[in-house]
């Protein structure tokens, strides 16, 4: 499958820019974002569970040149949502599309392997990754290391392509059903405070959680950094961390595709895609609504029913 997509991006190439799509970072188990302009650098294109970052975020910054983009179905529903907000151009975007087998969460990895900075080799077959590092081969399932948004997956293969290169796959799941939402608020609401104090005490107010996010677009007057209007203040304290956090969120409502960048880019693991979730909970269960699915559909936050289906007004 790899030599077809590489052979269809070269086909394209001459009428792009450049095509973005993973190439091998620093070692074996870092793939990295690779801009390809020339036939020779399409060879170093790799594709497999190592390819990890979202692409799409690069997007809103290249208005005006065409360019082509390799998804997973996360990043193609990050794409329909840019499409659909009008961030994007859809006649300067090519995009292809691969069926995705889920993608690793590095540190779970780490925590098997050890130092991941001696890294020697990694090899991905038959749902299983054996790392090499210091010498030493560590082998492990796919599906004890992946994220933990692959484990819900609903869209495998990319939802909006020009050129889709081998087979689909089944999806993980038949329907999202909030499985760790719900676990997590089967805590008391005193156990689930002190989780989230714990965790945006860990906060470096870094913005890495933002910066990953392909639809966290209004960075010239983000609020984190604001003073007019001064929603947040500039001190590192848990209140205005954790503001920045449910402001974040709330922005995301009806827009996050669940791609899991936030989480990914955040340098100590806090899960903030959980606050994300929930509103994508919310909006599911009111709107009827998926982030990403339809270019040409308008999101519900922007649209207005003087009766919305799932929201009775005149039982209140």
């Known amino acids: 499958m790899l030599?077809?997509?590489?052979?269809?991006i070269k086909k394209a190439l001459p009428e792009l820019d450049f095509v973005m799509g993973w190439g091998m970072g620093f070692d074996?188990?870092?793939?990295?974002?690779?801009?390809?302009?020339?036939?020779?650098?399409?060879?170093?294109?790799?594709?497999g569970p190592l390819n990890i970052q979202n692409l799409a975020?690069?997007?809103?910054?290249?208005?005006?040149?065409?360019?082509?983009i390799v998804v997973k179905g996360?990043?193609?529903?990050?794409?329909?949502?840019?499409?659909?907000?009008?961030?994007?151009?859809?006649d300067e975007v090519v995009i292809f599309g691969m069926a995705c087998q889920g993608t690793v969460?590095?540190?779970?990895?780490?925590e098997i392997v050890g130092n991941t900075g001696l890294v020697e080799d990694v090899k991905y077959e038959n749902g299983k990754l054996t790392v090499t590092a210091d010498g030493q081969p560590h082998e492990m399932l796919l599906k004890d290391v992946r994220a933990d948004k692959?484990?819900?997956?609903?869209?495998?293969?990319?939802?909006?392509?020009?050129?889709?290169?081998?087979?689909?796959?089944?999806?993980?799941?038949e329907e999202d059903t909030f499985e760790d939402l719900k676990e997590f608020e089967s805590q008391s609401f005193e156990e689930r405070r002190d989780f989230w104090m714990k965790e945006m005490d860990r906060c470096l107010r870094c913005y890495a959680c933002r910066n990953a996010c392909p639809l966290c677009v209004c960075r010239d007057h983000c609020v984190a950094q604001s003073r007019d209007p001064h929603w947040v203040s500039q001190q590192d304290g848990i209140r205005d961390k954790f503001m920045f956090q449910i402001i974040h969120a709330t922005h995301m409502a009806?827009?996050?595709?669940?791609?899991?960048?936030?989480?990914?880019?955040?340098?100590?693991?806090?899960?903030?895609?959980?606050?994300?979730?929930s509103f994508n909970r919310a909006v599911k269960n009111t709107f009827a609504y998926d982030a990403g699915l339809d270019a040409g559909a308008t999101p519900p936050l922007l649209a207005f029913k003087v009766n919305e289906d799932n929201i009775k007004e005149k039982e209140w």
Not at 3 to 8: A, G, I, N
Not at 32 to 38: A, I, N, Q, S
Not at 254 to 277: H, M, Q, S
């Open 28 to 47: 074996a188990l870092h793939a990295t974002p690779l801009f390809m302009y020339e036939p020779e650098d399409v060879d170093k294109l790799v594709w």
């Open 254 to 277: 009806g827009r996050c595709t669940n791609c899991g960048e936030c989480e990914r880019a955040c340098p100590v693991d806090i899960p903030v895609l959980l606050l994300k979730r």
């Open 57 to 68: 975020t690069y997007l809103p910054s290249l208005k005006g040149k065409k360019v082509g």
């Open 105 to 110: 969460n590095l540190t779970k990895v780490r």
């Open 150 to 173: 692959c484990g819900y997956c609903r869209f495998p293969n990319a939802v909006i392509s020009d050129h889709f290169v081998g087979e689909e796959r089944a999806p993980q799941v």
């Open 3 to 8: 030599d077809q997509l590489k052979e269809t």
């Open 74 to 90: 996360c990043d193609s529903r990050s794409v329909a949502e840019l499409l659909q907000e009008k961030l994007v151009n859809r």
